[in-house]
């Protein structure tokens, strides 16, 4: 069976680390599957963080990982957004909006929604209502995943966007797209990621 395998998609967030925290054996245990030769690349639903800040992140960890093997769900959002010509409400972190520089969000058609704690309040959750039911205009809403809950750093679990997408679907008769995980075509196009890149 190991013989017929040639790759293998890593999670990161709960499987290498949890927060600022390495989760122990996984930097050894990366290093050995480095070994193998098999070809490794991480996709990821974490949607707080940019792919800059996630690798930063990563390295300072002790991983031996390079920028350009990270397929994160704000990457496929991003590919998205560029290839649908959207004008997005994004209802992201700060530091997650870092990957969406350059993208046209006046007069928005589409509502996407990441991991934003800070953003979750009734304000802004009301302003993605509005313009999903406003009328004579298709607005769209995306999902960058709807994971209902994660591990926090501090060992307790945290709310995942999941629960505030749904509350945006249930409230304006819309169904999200969902972009990441567990969507299948996330995981084929982490494949499309070119491999010879200097990260």
């Not at 802004?124 to 039911?133: E, G, Q, V």
């Amino acid at each position: 069976v190991m013989a017929q395998i040639k790759a293998v998609l890593i999670d990161l967030s709960g499987t290498l680390h949890v927060g600022t925290t390495a989760i122990p054996g996984a930097v050894s245990a990366l290093s050995k599957l480095r070994k193998s030769g098999l070809k490794v690349k991480f996709v990821t639903n974490t949607t707080k963080d940019s792919k800059d800040t996630l690798f930063k992140k990563l390295q300072i960890l002790g991983f031996d990982i390079k920028k350009h093997e990270i397929w994160s769900s704000l990457a496929a959002a991003r590919k998205l957004v560029d290839t649908k010509k959207l004008r997005p409400l994004l209802l992201l972190s700060d530091s997650a909006k870092e990957d969406f520089k350059g993208v046209e969000t006046n007069d928005p058609n589409a509502v996407v929604v990441g991991l934003a704690p800070s953003k979750f309040d009734y304000g802004n959750l009301n302003k993605a209502f509005r313009l999903l039911m406003k009328d004579g205009k298709e607005t769209e809403l995306y999902a960058i995943h709807k994971g209902r809950y994660m591990k926090s750093s501090d060992g307790g679990l945290s709310m995942g966007p999941g629960g505030f997408v749904s509350a945006l679907e249930y409230a304006s008769g819309k169904t999200a797209t969902v972009i990441g995980k567990p969507s299948s075509s996330f995981f084929l196009r982490s494949f499309e990621l070119p491999g010879r890149r200097k990260g």
